[in-house]
């Protein structure tokens, strides 16, 4: 189940994420799942709709680049990003989407590591920046972030920092 081309990260490794591998994909669904259901990531899991359709509808989107993090043939993390654009900038961003350590995997690395790999994507793309959402209470995620550069966008800081906000178009489960 190893992907190929995977690059050493001490005692696990890091490897883009092939959806078109069935055992990769439905590692890849379990972690995705193993995030939704703690507390940071909503605590319900994936609906049955998202089980049922996310990987074949993920292999639609051109922008999607994702990687795993392996020990062994034990899928540990992942992280799956989407490439959008700045107009300030006029140059493509990558958005850190999703990223998850499985419990008893964490302070090891593998969040570090899985961010650099996101920071390496985003160069060969031509990336101007790596964005990223967090709760505000998830402390351990903040410092890992702040750990590898990331900081609040902030354009002026009389105008404070951004936030980010969503409006439900559709259920969640449909």
Partial sequence: MTPRRAVPQGHFHIAAVDLENEAISTAWLGLLDHYARDPMGGGAGLSDYAKANLVRELKTQPTFHGAMAWDGDVAVGLINCFVGFSTFAARPLLNIHDIVTRDGHRGQGVGQALLQWAEARARQLGCCKLTLEVL????????????AGFAPYVLDPAAGQALFLQKYLVEESA
Wanted: no cysteine.
């Fill in 136 to 147: 505000s209470n998830n402390m351990p995620a903040m410092a890992s972030y702040e750990r």
